[in-house]
């Protein structure tokens, strides 16, 4: 057991303890601040439900460039930023934090000969959505439109010596038809799901309950996610060839879901060498396309400031290996010029 004292230290001694196991390389604007307070919170839960299970509490959150907020309210409550690699785990223990709601998305990237015409993937959306379509005995719910789900063509300029079509489009999406219980298992989201609701551990923290899966649920649930990683790709491959005909697959990589048990990545590569993967800013801004390279080095980990703390904290390791990168620009808050603080008011944060 480790600190055996964790359910005597007070809330604001829970948040400093959490807040060392952040570590940023967000840009500083308001949208990177409230990332970070408000992770404090999730990871404040996860080192208490560890205590519980008695695991070490050394959660980590490990950020990209583009960290930010998330869209998903649900998630926001439960304490969880986005754009890094959050980690409780040696990857092989049986335990699936489920506050952070994987869901596989993530975005395609294809190469086209000739440049479509605008009016001609508009149309084929329409068309493909107005078909009933079923993948692996799912109904197909097409979203588009839905959030910061999107289609976009490119014409590629190259700056690097390496082979590529003339044109590339990029399909982001996920699986919204596994949230809930769906035919393949018992979905992906808690609040969708009575099951997996059910079927969740309850630890109740002084930051509120957090939900997780232990031993055989665990192991069912990151089958499952393994289903939806699987089904999230060939949804986004069936969507392309439906809307653009023939095309080369350049990358199809999720930025969203589980590694293994104990590591899920939130709106950020966890890259492998010699695979590209899409880097999109904006509708008006070039999108990208890159390779990873081991970039959390022991001298970049210095130079950042973070080797002390990490080597104190024990976890030096997952920062040498975090191998993560950004997948796109983050959201911003433009009209916002800092954040002074947060307020908790019947259980919700005020910031």
Not at 3 to 18: C, F, H, I, N, P
Request: with cysteine; glycine share 10%; proline share 4%.
């Amino acid at each position: 057991m480790y600190q055996a004292g964790l359910d005597g230290m007070s809330k604001r001694d829970l948040l400093e303890r959490a807040k060392k196991h952040i570590f940023s390389t967000g840009l500083n604007d308001v949208a990177s601040y409230l990332c970070r307070l408000n992770m404090r919170y999730g990871l404040a839960k996860i080192h208490y439900t560890q205590w519980k299970l008695g695991m070490e509490p050394n959660a980590t959150f490990i950020s990209a460039p583009d960290e930010t907020v998330t869209r998903n309210k649900v998630r926001w409550e439960n304490g969880i930023g986005y754009g890094g690699k959050v980690r409780w785990g040696d990857g092989k223990d049986k335990v699936v934090i489920l506050d952070v709601l994987p869901n596989a998305c993530g975005m395609l990237v294809g190469g086209l000969n000739e440049l479509p015409k605008p009016e001609e993937v508009i149309n084929a959306v329409y068309e493909v959505r107005s078909k009933e379509v079923t993948l692996e005995g799912v109904s197909i719910k097409w979203d588009f439109h839905v959030g910061n789900h999107f289609i976009d063509v490119f014409k590629v300029v190259r700056v690097a010596d390496v082979k590529l079509p003339e044109y590339v489009f990029i399909i982001h999406g996920a699986a919204p038809e596994l949230k809930g219980e769906n035919p393949k298992g018992v979905g992906l989201y808690y609040h969708k799901s009575p099951s997996l609701e059910q079927m969740a551990k309850k630890v109740e923290t002084p930051f509120g309950t957090c939900r997780v899966l232990v031993d055989d649920d665990a192991k069912e649930y990151l089958e499952f996610f393994r289903f939806a990683e699987r089904f999230s790709k060939e949804r986004r491959r069936l969507a392309a060839k439906e809307i653009f005909g023939s095309f080369q697959e350049i990358s199809n990589e999720i930025h969203q879901g589980l590694i293994n048990y104990n590591e899920a990545i939130l709106g950020c590569h966890s890259f492998k060498e010699g695979v590209i993967y899409p880097i999109a800013l904006r509708g008006d801004l070039p999108a990208y396309l890159v390779a990873g390279k081991p970039n959390f080095s022991e001298e970049v980990v210095e130079g950042l400031g973070f080797l002390r703390r990490a080597e104190k904290l024990g976890i030096l390791e997952r920062l040498e290996n975090a191998n993560i990168m950004p997948h796109g620009g983050g959201y911003t808050f433009p009209d916002m010029l800092e954040v002074s603080g947060e307020v908790v008011v019947k259980g919700k944060r005020y910031f």
